[in-house]
């Protein structure tokens, strides 16, 4: 199976996790996706359609219960007691002036709230000689290969896509280029390999890492993936996948409200009596001055 060819149960979850993160991003995320989450009526044009869709009133009681789920969580600082020289990693967990603690759990948790998984990469960097954090999304952790039970580590294989920012000639003008990362626990240690694609879009080996600390190979995969009830590998639902498909359910009920309303609300004037041979120059007034 080819490395960015993901398992039948991932691309079952991710198409869950598409549906909760688009609808969360609010009104103009889930009106630009048009019918994904709105269907068009029968023989309806794009005109029509469009309109349909300005009529329809959105209220999106998902995300308020996502901030208010996410506040409620991180309603205080998190206490950690930790020996002297681990306080510089909690101060910077990602190695950037927003990577404290605090900031980096609330991601951990808004992830978690939004899609039901993400995980964590630990990584040592050994000319600053200290260990960092790397939050990956739910949908960027391909596969998971669990070790065998008398291993230290949780996880013999670990599959993530990552997205690397390609310059173009012109300095100021950049794409991003999908590699994916493989980390493999073997007899000898933790190997890392990156795949990238040529001008076909095949992936093939690019590059082969091999981890330490201090010298040292690592004999686990530093790899932690929190989901809705623990942290495995396992695919997990987000607390607010049902009270998103409710959601839905309101807004497709408010475009059909809207659309009968338009429809049946605005008058439609009928005059009878009048010959089709009614001169133009005498129009018939209609109004309450005339």
């Not at 609010?26 to 869709?53: D, H, R």
């Not at 942290?231 to 309101?250: A, K, R």
Request: with cysteine.
């Amino acid at each position: 199976m080819p490395v960015n060819q993901p398992t039948h149960e991932h691309e079952h979850w991710e198409a869950k996790a598409t549906k909760d993160r688009m609808f969360l991003a609010g009104e103009e995320s889930v009106k630009n996706a048009g019918e994904y989450f709105l269907p068009k009526l029968t023989s309806q044009s794009q005109y029509e359609y469009k309109s349909m869709l300005d009529r329809t009133l959105f209220f999106n009681a998902a995300r308020r219960t996502h901030s208010a789920l996410l506040g409620l969580v991180h309603r205080r600082p998190i206490q950690v007691e930790i020996p002297e020289p681990g306080e510089e990693f909690l101060h910077s967990m990602n190695m950037t002036p927003n990577g404290h603690l605090d900031i980096f759990a609330k991601k951990i948790t808004d992830e978690v709230l939004q899609v039901g998984r993400c995980g964590v990469v630990i990584d040592y960097d050994n000319v600053t000689d200290r260990p960092y954090a790397t939050i990956y999304m739910g949908e960027d952790i391909i596969s998971v290969e669990d070790a065998p039970r008398e291993s230290v580590s949780e996880y013999q294989r670990v599959v993530l896509r990552e997205y690397e920012r390609v310059y173009t000639e012109d300095v100021f003008q950049y794409k991003y280029a999908m590699t994916f990362r493989v980390k493999t626990l073997t007899d000898e240690g933790v190997v890392e390999e990156i795949y990238r694609s040529d001008s076909q879009g095949q992936y093939y080996l690019d590059e082969t890492i091999i981890p330490t600390k201090r010298g040292q190979r690592l004999d686990r995969i530093p790899v932690v993936i929190f989901g809705t009830n623990n942290c495995s590998g396992e695919y997990q639902e987000s607390l607010l996948h049902d009270i998103i498909s409710v959601n839905v359910q309101h807004y497709i009920t408010s475009a059909d409200l809207g659309t009968v309303l338009h429809f049946s609300a605005l008058p439609t004037l009928v005059i009878s009596g009048v010959s089709g041979e009614q001169d133009e120059q005498t129009p018939i007034r209609l109004g309450s001055t005339s």
